[in-house]
């Protein structure tokens, strides 16, 4: 069965740190790109971060850079979304998803998404 599961998500205070992570399992896991996409409450889906599968290249949000990082581990089939610096407006319902490209187009398999919760 091909997917995605989040984990790593919860409550963390302003300025706190967190690390999710994104588990496949069900396809040639080293030649896709995963990214990570994000949903608040009222608000449209924002991709967050991505990370190719052939070179490894990196892309981030505006909203991010600088605090978030983006790492995976072929031979763990997971790739990591290190969150920094933490703001309120992080908060969000964060989803990774797997595919040939970065763009939604070619984003084929999605997880069920995990939240993510910055408050004091």
């Known amino acids: 069965q091909v997917q995605v599961v989040e984990s790593g998500g919860g409550l963390v205070q302003p300025g706190g740190s967190l690390r999710l992570s994104c588990a496949a399992s069900?396809?040639?896991?080293?030649?896709?790109?995963i990214a990570w996409f994000r949903q608040a409450p009222g608000k449209e889906r924002e991709g967050v971060s991505c990370?190719?599968?052939?070179?490894?290249?990196?892309y981030y949000a505006d909203s991010v850079k600088g605090r978030f990082t983006i790492s995976r581990d072929n031979a763990e089939n997971t790739v990591y979304l290190q969150m920094n610096s933490l703001k309120p407006d992080d908060t969000a319902v964060y989803y990774c998803?797997?595919?040939?490209?970065?763009?939604?187009?070619?984003?084929?398999?999605w997880g069920q998404g995990i939240l993510v919760t910055v408050s004091s």
């Open positions: 998803a797997a595919g040939v490209g970065c763009t939604v187009g070619y984003l084929e398999v």
């Open positions: 069900g396809f040639t896991w080293d030649h896709y790109a």
């Open positions: 990370i190719s599968g052939s070179e490894g290249s990196t």
